[in-house]
């Protein structure tokens, strides 16, 4: 379908936190936006997509997940996310990719561009090499387009990143901080608690995450810096989040949808399916962290995908990479703790549009005038996950086998379809 | 066919086969019972025939030939035996002889404790079924005993022969 | 603790086939009561086989057992050799430094070799937690896998020889008050041992030593957790003793061999709290001076050699459970 064709999404129902729509409105795209809700702006012929009885989403966005490098991006990857509905992604940036260089940003999103599937959002890196000793050259990743920066995860000194957020501060750009003291987690693999002294695991305390909010939470004031922090894991850190939102501190906060859902406890005999970063807490802290989704403390929801192949996690546990696929687990997930009475719909869809978008500066919204980024959902269809059903690479993920209830029949990045969900059945 | 053996038959039985073991004089036998039945119905023979040399016994149970079929069953109890029994001339007890497996296994564990001089086998009841070329050396009764059922000796004081389903 | 008793149940049921026979012993956590008895009662009965002088019975005759060491140990390789050999097993030994897996085969490749060479059980110690119930979950159906200490988490063997020397000893343990004294954090002895005498009935367990090394939650796993050992020994009837190892002081966790001696060192002095009695058992290699006093390693009280002789026959009986289980009837 070329670009000035137009494309009506009829019959369905339109769910945009960004605005607060929620009712039956036609969607009129042409051009790579969005161009009428409702009654169509003129009677130009377009083409129809008839999704009456489904809803109709901002494409989702999400703050972490790993798509590949920047000269070794895997379409396979960012397929599954289109599959998971998700049009902008944001990846932390690795050790080896290199990220502390504009040119390679560049390469980056020009990589995603050609391919077509989703809008990166590159996460550069905040010292050079992420060796958290140089300052990387911030003004020249923002020129080219990087909204924010961070450290992947790799330790950084108090001082190295006071300058960090000091001088990023001054380019517009928001630090993204993990949730996570690299020397108190140190040798870490799962929470530190009584199922880690079951186990004989080395665990991640509390006092981890703690540490890292108090030391950002303490330079984010002194700075007066934009702060992501990424992955909150635990009731404590809830807590410290909502003290700062208080208080009007310029801060903003995702978790993985896996801490929404799970505990330590189902880690179980050693299954790697659950050796997760930042790891699994427990019931209180899982509680915490809904409850601060459901009031807004927590202002995204992320997959924090990572793709790991077989050898990676059929590793004894501690020696497992940690992390798991989760793109095209993000929506049903969410969408279950909205049938569970444990979060209000538009909560949850603002966790993976409108929330995550303010972070990103960008997207996330199905206005006039809005890049046509969308997804269609069917709420209720229920699936099982499966070789045939699962399109990340990735097999190790804690809903291999579960039956899923809510899927994305159809993804458009700009105006364009970019994933369709193919299924005898579909009549379509 | 009788439900048990009467106190009556049971006490003749035993009798006889007191006198058929005293009627293969072995010199100085090492009495061997195989657990459990074969057990007390040694220490009975034991007492009866005066042996001076101390009472064995064996399990045979890690010697079984069905181990790789279904594994260990039940109980195994020590065995209890001398160190050594080169040149013993050995009565190998049982209650009662049938298809000969047990006994085989019985004569694979005493083989490991050295060379005897002669291995005898005195059983209270030879019911028949062999499927090993096994005979005993001095019986106590000879009875048939129908598919299905077998025989089962308690104790040990006093010693019951009792048939049950099997 | 009872989602603590659910997660044991879970890493204790895949050690049992359909039929309800053990067929892996990885960890006593979730073992039935039953499977433990039959055991010590197994082990009763081949105790006499090494007072024997054809020290074998042919119950893994025709059985391959190959012991994958990733962690050097001479003692327990040594005792699970001598075991398997006394079944008549075939018996392979592969000594495995760590620094080679590392660099080569992956652990569940190293197994899918060693299956394709007719294995038929596997007694492994490795330095990771879960590497036992990892290579379980991936072996062939007729194929055993024996627990011979997986990183910090489970020594399951080990256990069972303490416990059937105090049983031997004392006979029921049920009741009873134990101490277990040292590197708790760190060890899957500790662990193992808990677990076992949870399951016979003891519910008095102090867990001793410096806060580093004995963490409060520890506590979660059913003891008492105790940093004066004049408090943590007081009245008990069995003293069992862990190795503190050289990493402990280079990590931070105990300032020096003396410091630890003299505040943890079991002494005559320090059990003059315990019952007159109590018993002293120690898995081995001992540090003289650090961790106990020659005089109580030597003593009266000690059962460090029983403990010894009875690790064979308690490994028979493990391997002739597990190893000589017989053929799946409904495979």
């Given amino acids: 379908m070329s670009d000035h064709a137009r494309l009506t999404l009829r019959g369905g129902r339109v769910l945009d936190p960004a605005s607060g729509t929620d009712a039956l409105l036609d969607v009129h795209i042409e051009g790579g936006r969005i161009i009428g809700l409702g009654a169509a702006p003129d009677s130009a012929r377009a083409q129809v997509i008839d999704v009456s009885g489904r809803w109709v989403l901002p494409g989702l966005v999400d703050l972490s997940g790993q798509v590949g490098s920047p000269d070794a991006l895997s379409r396979g990857e960012l397929l599954a996310a289109a599959a998971g509905g998700i049009t902008q992604l944001a990846a932390a940036p690795r050790v080896d990719a290199g990220l502390d260089s504009p040119a390679v940003i560049g390469r980056l999103r020009d990589g995603a561009r050609a391919l077509g599937l989703l809008r990166l959002a590159p996460i550069g890196a905040l010292t050079a090499g992420l060796a958290g000793e140089q300052l990387a050259e911030l003004g020249l990743l923002r020129r080219a387009g990087c909204r924010l920066v961070g450290q992947g995860g790799q330790p950084i000194g108090a001082r190295v990143l006071r300058r960090a957020f000091e001088y990023a501060r001054g380019h517009d750009l928001t630090v993204v901080v993990d949730a996570e003291d690299a020397q108190l987690a140190a040798g870490g693999c799962m929470h530190e608690g009584a199922v880690s002294a079951q186990l004989g695991l080395t665990g991640i305390p509390v006092a981890a995450e703690v540490a890292a909010l108090s030391l950002t939470l303490a330079l984010a004031t002194t700075c007066d810096t934009r702060v992501h922090l990424h992955g909150v894991s635990s009731a404590a850190g809830v807590a410290m989040l909502r003290a700062a939102k208080s208080a009007g501190l310029p801060v903003t906060a995702d978790t993985p949808i896996w801490n929404l859902h799970h505990t330590d406890l189902d880690i179980g005999a050693y299954d790697p399916a659950f050796h997760l970063r930042p790891p699994l807490r427990e019931a209180g802290d899982r509680a915490a962290l809904r409850e601060a989704l459901a009031d807004g403390t927590l202002d995204a929801v992320c997959s924090d995908h990572r793709p790991f192949d077989g050898e990676a996690k059929r590793q004894p546990f501690a020696r497992c990479a940690a992390g798991v696929a989760g793109f095209e687990a993000l929506l049903p997930l969410l969408l279950a703790l909205v049938h569970e009475h444990e979060l209000p719909l538009p909560r949850a869809l603002a966790a993976v549009t409108s929330g995550p978008a303010a972070v990103l500066g960008d997207g996330g919204r199905l206005t006039v005038g809005a890049l046509a980024d969308v997804c269609v959902v069917d709420p209720d269809r229920t699936w099982t996950v499966d070789a045939s059903t699962w399109r990340s690479g990735a097999q190790c993920t804690p809903v291999w086998g579960r039956t899923l209830r809510g899927r994305v029949l159809l993804t458009l990045l700009g105006g364009q379809v970019v994933y369709r969900l193919q299924e005898p059945a579909d009549g379509r | ?166 | 603790m009872s989602d603590l008793s659910g997660l044991a149940q879970r890493l204790g049921a895949v050690q049992y086939d359909a039929q309800g026979r053990l067929r892996h012993l990885l960890t006593l956590e979730g073992l039935r009561r039953d499977t433990l008895e039959e055991l010590f009662t197994l082990a009763d009965s081949l105790v006499e086989v090494g007072a024997r002088s054809v020290k074998n019975v042919p119950l893994l005759r025709g059985k391959t057992v190959v012991l994958l060491f990733f962690e050097a140990s001479t003692r327990t390789r040594t005792t699970f050799e001598i075991a398997a050999k006394r079944l008549s097993a075939d018996v392979v030994t592969l000594d495995v430094p760590a620094s080679s897996t590392s660099k080569g085969e992956s652990l569940l490749d190293t197994i899918a070799n060693l299956q394709a060479m007719q294995t038929d059980a596997f007694v492994m110690r490795h330095a990771d937690s879960g590497a036992a119930h990892l290579v379980a979950s991936h072996v062939a159906p007729q194929v055993a896998v024996i627990n011979a200490g997986d990183g910090c988490h489970a020594h399951p063997t080990q256990a069972l020889l303490d416990l059937y020397t105090i049983r031997q000893r004392r006979g029921n343990v049920a009741g009873m008050k134990v101490a277990i004294v040292g590197d708790v954090l760190h060890s899957r002895v500790a662990r193992s041992q808990l677990a076992g005498l949870r399951l016979l009935g003891v519910t008095d367990i102090r867990l001793v030593g410096p806060a580093t090394l004995v963490p409060q939650r520890l506590a979660q796993l059913g003891a008492r957790v105790c940093h004066d050992p004049r408090e943590g020994l007081a009245d008990v009837d069995v003293v069992m003793m862990l190795r503190l190892q050289r990493e402990r002081m280079a990590g931070g966790f105990v300032p020096s061999d003396r410091e630890y001696f003299e505040l943890y060192g079991l002494t005559e002095q320090a059990l003059k709290v315990a019952r007159p009695d109590a018993l002293v058992l120690h898995p081995g290699p001992i540090n003289r001076g650090v961790e106990i006093a020659s005089a109580v390693a030597d003593g009266g009280r000690s059962l460090i050699l029983p403990q010894v002789t009875n690790g064979i026959a308690i490994r028979m009986a493990v391997l002739a459970q597990t190893a000589g289980r017989g053929a799946d009837t409904d495979v």
């Fill in chain 2, 1 to 166: 066919m009788p439900s048990s053996i009467s106190d009556t038959q049971l006490a003749a039985a035993l009798e006889q086969l007191a006198g058929a073991c005293a009627r293969l004089a072995l010199p100085d036998p090492l009495l061997v019972g195989i657990e459990t039945g074969g057990v007390w119905l040694a220490r009975w023979l034991h007492a009866r025939l005066g042996v001076s040399a101390p009472l064995a016994s064996l399990d045979a149970g890690f010697y079984r030939d069905d181990l790789r079929l279904g594994g260990l069953k039940g109980q195994v109890r020590p065995s209890s035996l001398p160190t050594s029994v080169d040149g013993r001339h050995i009565l190998l007890i049982d209650d009662v002889l049938h298809t000969g497996r047990t006994v085989q296994a019985a004569l694979r564990e005493l083989f490991d404790f050295g060379r005897p001089a002669c291995v005898r086998l005195a059983v209270l009841v030879d019911r028949g079924g062999r499927e090993l070329p096994i005979r005993a050396d001095a019986v106590g009764l000879t009875l048939d005993v129908p598919a299905g059922q077998r025989l089962r000796l308690s104790g040990p004081d006093p010693l019951h022969l009792a048939l049950e389903a099997a």
